[in-house]
């Protein structure tokens, strides 16, 4: 007589009991951290209201600076980014190499490096240099160049993802090479990248933080300065809470609006 066999549970019952599993962990592991975090000493280190209060309306400035300094390199690092993606699929030898060199290069070094060669850097090796706009004009171009070179890379693979049908078709057409890029290639490619160029765009909003290097005034200052800045002064995390959440007021809205095209996209 052939022994009995425990019937198996189906796929579904056990991605069930799996599920279950894991929500059951993580439900523990939150009510471990409510029960055992010391939630007054938090509340009286990063939730006090008054010391948030004390920050409007002079948070403001520095919220409207970092959007400022986050689109001034994003124009920049457009302007730049561009030309240099098309250098990188171009026939002619030189152009491609110095395309690549120059993507390399601002992709290797921190943006941090960057601003500081711009800020201090070029102005000794080129005395009497003033940048238009001081300060902005610094970070348009200090960030810009970094992130030019992430754009570069992004367009070229949209000009790459444009099917050469369409190139050969314009040819035939009579077109020239250049004439085909701009008017036919690089508008499509430019759509197709809208997703990750909404990316580049979240993080240079992150890296805008990196504006004190610079020496900026209370006028040209940034959300991340402010809040270190109130953070020493009120010898409490509040500040930091707020800059933070100011944030995530620009970055949480660029996130959903690259997710919904990368949807959108996909969906064509």
Known sequence: MAPRTEPRLAPRQRRRISRAVQYAVAAAAVLAVALLADWGRIADSFLR???????????????WNTIVYTLFAFAFG???????????????????????????????????????????????AFPGLQYPGGVYGQVAIGLGLTSSA??????????????KGQIEA???????HTRTMVT??????????????????????????????????AATMELSKFARNELTSEANATPLLVGGLLY?????????????????????
Do not use: H
């Open 49 to 63: 209201l008054d010391i948030a209060a004390d920050m409007f309306p002079d948070v403001w400035t520095a919220f």
């Open 78 to 124: 457009m302007l730049v980014g561009v030309p240099v993606a098309l250098m990188r699929v171009s026939a002619f030898g030189p152009y491609r190499w110095f395309a690549a060199c120059y993507v390399e290069v601002f992709r290797g070094l921190p943006a941090l490096l960057v601003l500081f060669l711009v800020g201090f850097g070029v102005p000794q």
């Open 150 to 163: 992430y754009i570069a890379e992004s367009v070229r693979a949209g000009i790459q993802a444009v099917p």
């Open 170 to 176: 314009a040819r035939s057409l009579g077109m020239s």
């Open 184 to 217: 036919v290639v690089l508008p499509q490619a430019l759509r197709i990248v809208i997703p990750p160029l909404t990316n580049e765009l979240v993080m240079l909003t992150k890296d805008s933080s990196l504006v004190f290097v610079l020496g900026v005034t």
């Open 248 to 268: 995530l007021l620009l970055t949480v809205p660029l996130s959903m609006l690259a997710r919904r095209l990368e949807k959108r996209g996909d969906a064509r």
